[in-house]
């Protein structure tokens, strides 16, 4: 079964002659991950881990993802409910790291016995 989260806006929206209050956001499938890859990174930087999100992929998602009422309608939406969309789709990627999130195996050389 394929999980869904709906994102309350701030306000009521109208677009294309239709109104709308709520944005219903699916969580990426296998084949969304193959083909655009992950939305962001961690990389090392002074011995801490930094997030570099991918803006382009971010926005592939964002576009794949809205089921209601569709991304041709939110060209309208505030700041504020654009970034709480965006954040709906990108928690379903915040329950594991991504596979690039382990640089201490990337920087640093396996032990040798």
């Known amino acids: 079964m394929m999980t869904e989260k709906t994102v309350t806006l701030s306000r009521r929206y109208e677009a294309h002659g239709a109104v709308f209050e ?14 655009l890859g992950e939305p962001y ?14 803006v ?6 964002v576009r794949r993802c809205v089921v209601e009422p ?5 060209g309208e939406l ?8 965006r954040v709906a789709v990108l928690d ?9 999130a382990s640089p201490a195996s990337k920087s640093e050389p396996a032990p040798t016995s």
């Open 41 to 54: 990174e961690l990389q090392r930087a002074a011995g801490n881990n930094v997030v570099i999100e991918n």
């Open 56 to 61: 382009e992929t971010v926005a592939a998602y």
């Open 78 to 85: 505030g700041i504020k409910d654009a970034r709480a969309v």
């Open 22 to 35: 709520t944005v219903k956001v699916r969580e990426p499938r296998f084949n969304d991950l193959m083909q």
């Open 70 to 74: 569709g991304f041709d309608m939110l």
């Open 92 to 100: 379903f990627f915040t329950y594991g790291e991504p596979a690039t």
